[in-house]
């Protein structure tokens, strides 16, 4: 089973950008539908953004359309998760996730205002 790993999270203040990355243990990207979700205190996880290996096809909720990208490296087993213009209600937990089956352990992004 593939293990996912993030890194990146940390505080930034609120227009300020940050880089999630998320390694996975083994060279599978080709076979997953990879993406991360989010989940702030009190609240349930939510959708942030996906990518379709093969066909390098993105989807985005609305809430980041516009302000977040998602990549991925196939050599390298990392997707990538790069946000831009960063407001406060984006703080929360960020997890990467293959076919929603496999999820990392979380990487905590906070925005201060």
């Known amino acids: 089973q593939v293990r996912l790993v993030e890194s990146g999270g940390g505080l930034v203040q609120a227009g300020g950008s940050l880089r999630l990355s998320c390694a996975a243990s083994?060279?599978?990207?080709?076979?997953?539908?990879m993406g991360w979700f989010r989940q702030a205190p009190g609240k349930e996880r939510e959708f942030v953004a996906t990518i379709i290996w093969n066909g390098r096809i993105e989807y985005y909720s609305d809430s980041v359309t516009g302000r977040f990208t998602i990549s991925g490296d196939n050599a390298k087993n990392t997707v990538y998760l790069q946000m831009n213009s960063l407001k406060p209600e984006d703080t929360a937990v960020y997890y990467c996730?293959?076919?929603?089956?496999?999820w990392g352990q979380g990487t905590q992004v906070t925005v201060s205002s």
């Open positions: 996730h293959a076919d929603q089956k496999t």
């Open positions: 083994e060279r599978t990207f080709s076979s997953y539908t």
